[in-house]
């Protein structure tokens, strides 16, 4: 959560305005590998 506005600056530059995926914050004590700094789950539309 320390990086949080980070991450948001970075989203917003890499995710057309207005297109972007629906995304859920969560807090983790543990990621997947200790080397990561966040970990992003989205939900697209199927086709």
């Given at each position: 959560?320390?990086?949080?506005?980070?991450?948001?600056?970075?989203?917003?530059?890499?995710?057309?305005?207005g297109?972007?995926?629906?995304?859920?914050?969560?807090?983790?004590?543990?990621?997947?590998?200790?080397?990561?700094?966040?970990?992003?789950?989205?939900?697209?539309?199927?086709?």
């Open positions: 959560m320390a990086s949080f506005a980070e991450m948001n600056r970075v989203w917003e530059a890499w995710v057309a305005t297109a972007a995926p629906t995304r859920a914050t969560v807090a983790s004590p543990q990621l997947a590998s200790p080397d990561y700094k966040i970990e992003i789950a989205v939900t697209a539309p199927g086709s």
